[in-house]
């Protein structure tokens, strides 16, 4: 097989990787935004109210994030000028602006807000 040719089947490959990619992304997009799935009420909830080390670092990320773009900061910060830092110090104090869904096999999901969640990872 030459270069060339491998090249080629290379490609061809990338881009039905791409198709496929894409189609997935369109699929969660729609499911995110157009097809609402039942909420499960807040004291009819199934999982528990501890949060995981996988949340913990998703909402530091989106938060940090949401800080760096000149979000509001819901506590004081002093001197410190570190979003990730100003994060953290919302989630120690419970501030955080932010709710976590949790989708669960029955394609329901449960809202929990940051506030409500049991951080043991600080």
């Known amino acids: 097989m030459s270069d060339q040719e491998s090249r080629e089947s290379y490609g061809s490959d990338d881009k039905t ?15 995110d935004m157009g097809n609402k799935e039942p909420e499960i009420e807040a ?19 989106i938060r940090a994030q949401q800080i760096s773009m000149s979000a ?6 002093g001197d410190e000028t570190d979003p990730v830092e100003i994060a953290k110090k919302e989630l120690k104090e419970k501030k955080t602006p ?14 929990w807000a940051v506030k409500d969640l049991i951080n043991f990872y600080d």
């Open 72 to 77: 509001p900061i819901m506590v004081e910060y």
């Open 98 to 111: 932010l709710i976590v869904l949790r989708r669960l096999p029955d394609n329901t999901y449960e809202k």
């Open 17 to 31: 990787f791409e198709e496929n990619n894409e189609e997935i992304l369109l699929e969660t997009a729609e499911n």
């Open 43 to 61: 004291e009819k909830r199934f999982t528990s109210p501890i949060m995981t080390k996988f949340e913990r670092a998703k909402i530091l990320g």
